[in-house]
């Protein structure tokens, strides 16, 4: 499964209906199709913002045909940056545009994507003594910028810091505050966290309460 968010609202790209995504067929807010055509990829895409949705469910058997069937419709933007944890288990977050966020940014021309996260999360923050741990996931969300249709493809990775740094926001990036918060503390941030960065810091929870 793959999702992709629109508005904050949520696109479940799946190759077979299984208990992860069978309750929302069930609900009137969500839209679902299963015939893949442009059509049907912009019609998905346009009433998810409509209030009348929440969910979307789109069924088809290749799901790496599926995601590349939206991706064909909009301006894909890659980008890179991490979930950082000191060994004490203290998470780096920021605030932005009025959510919980985590920092990262676009893919320069020739850039690896490691290298790109690293960056980002220094110039975002100001964090230094940092190295990458391991691949976390990958998250997929639409916004409009300069009158084009955009998805974000943003690679996350588990970056480790050696100490807990002080920290100063980018505020040119809309960051108006950096912090660190411990593990245990974290729940009332994903809460009010943008929804693929939530799922970003539940997949990095989950990963370090092992």
Not at 63 to 81: P, Q, R, S, W
Not at 128 to 148: N, V
Not at 158 to 163: I, S, T, Y
Not at 164 to 185: F, G, R
Request: contains cysteine; hydrophobic residues 40%; proline residues 5%.
């Amino acid at each position: 499964m793959v999702t992709l968010y629109v508005q904050n609202k949520p696109i479940y790209l799946v190759d077979r209906i299984n208990s992860s995504v069978e309750d929302y067929l069930h609900r009137p807010t969500t839209l679902f199709l299963d015939e893949l055509n442009p059509s049907a990829v912009r019609t998905m895409l346009q009433e998810l913002e409509d209030p009348r949705f929440y969910y979307g469910v789109f069924l088809h058997q290749n799901l790496d045909e599926l995601l590349e069937a939206f991706k064909a419709e909009l301006n894909v933007v890659v980008a890179a940056g991490g979930l950082v944890c000191t060994p004490q288990k203290d998470l780096l977050l920021i605030h932005r545009l009025g959510r919980w966020d985590l920092p990262k940014g676009k893919l320069e021309d020739g850039e690896a994507l490691e290298h790109c996260a690293l960056r980002e999360i220094e110039e975002e923050t100001g964090a230094a003594r940092l190295s990458i741990e391991k691949p976390l996931m990958i998250t997929y969300h639409t916004y409009r910028q300069d009158g084009k249709n955009n998805l974000k493809e943003s690679h996350w990775y588990l970056v480790k810091a050696a100490e807990k740094t002080a920290l100063s926001p980018q505020t040119e990036e809309n960051v108006t505050e950096c912090l660190w918060v411990p593990l245990a503390d974290i729940g009332p941030y994903i809460d009010g966290a943008f929804s693929s960065i939530a799922d970003v810091l539940k997949a990095g929870v989950k990963l370090l309460e092992r």
